[in-house]
């Protein structure tokens, strides 16, 4: 945790760590209970959304997202074959970003380039985006995809994004700091050591809006880890579907439920396979990721922005790596 601590300059950081039903924390500049910015590891939760709603058989993974618009927003060429799994596993064919955004944002683009697209505006973009490849054919990161995926999500359950989530997943689960409200106190991020205001993303929030804490995120690997037996069928069941590999990736890594599925060796000669998640905003930086057979678990909170040159990210999986390899796999 020292490792990852010192791979920031931020001024605040956590660092959570979980081997064998052990499990410490690491505090700079904040306590257990601060609030970060997760940026794109809210997608993780927006996946578990998905796979509790599934559970209580609402919808089902190969159900094409089609019957959940208006008419007029379905994407053209092969936008009425999208699926709920194609959005969670980056295979919708849908752009990095709605068409319009990125024009759009350029004058908040170091503090919140996010903060004027509405939900609105969402609707108005897929009427404008047109799917040039069958779904399913190719992974391609879409901050659109899943952001769309949590709207709809909340359409399901006949209430906003936030309050499914809220209902569904964190208050289920005893998260008590996390929330996509931007006006709770939190740590304050970071852009080249300047202050940044808090993220905003009110028409995408199932992409990047969440805020949590060292506790809580110890809690949620923990349950990602050995889902108890007090959450329920339903939420158990969905914290196991997230962690199945459902198409391989660039590279030959495979895509869960919005994680990431990766293999390595260890130690002793045998493999493991780590699933993670990294993400962003004008002012965070996170890391999340976990064995499930290994029980090991990471995750990594700072109040600066990543950059290109930034370390964070890469020491954070490569000490989760590390700690994953001397568990003995046979």
Known sequence: ???????????????????????????????????????????????????????????????????????????????????????????????TL???????????????????????????????????????????????????????????????????????????????DTTCDPTLPQATGHLRGRPRPPWRIPGLPGAGALRSSARDLRRYLEALLCPPPEFGDTLRTALREVTLPRVVAPGGDRMCLVWKARTYRAHDGGAFELLFHSGGTRGFTSFVGFCPAARTALAAVTGTTPTVRATFIRTAHRVLRDLTAEVPTR
């Open 1 to 95: 945790m020292e490792t990852v601590a010192e791979a920031t300059a931020a001024p605040a950081v956590a660092v959570v760590a979980l081997r064998g039903g052990e499990s410490g924390t690491l505090c700079r500049g904040a306590s257990d209970a601060t609030r970060f910015e997760l940026g794109s590891v809210t997608k993780t939760f927006t996946a578990l959304l998905l796979a509790e709603t599934v559970a209580r058989g609402e919808v089902r993974l190969d159900d094409p997202v089609a019957a959940h618009l208006p008419p007029a927003a379905v994407p053209e060429g092969h936008g009425d074959r999208i699926t709920f799994a194609h959005l969670a596993t980056h295979t919708a064919g849908l752009p």
């Open 98 to 176: 709605p068409p319009g955004l990125l024009l759009e944002a350029l004058p908040r683009w170091y503090t919140n380039p996010y903060e004027t697209f509405t939900d609105e505006h969402l609707v108005r973009a897929l009427s404008h985006t047109r799917v040039r490849r069958p779904p399913g054919v190719r992974v391609h990161y879409s901050n659109f995809g899943v952001g769309l995926l949590g709207r709809l999500l909340g359409t399901v359950a006949g209430t906003s994004y936030e309050d499914a989530l809220a209902a569904r997943v964190l208050e289920p689960m005893g998260l008590v």
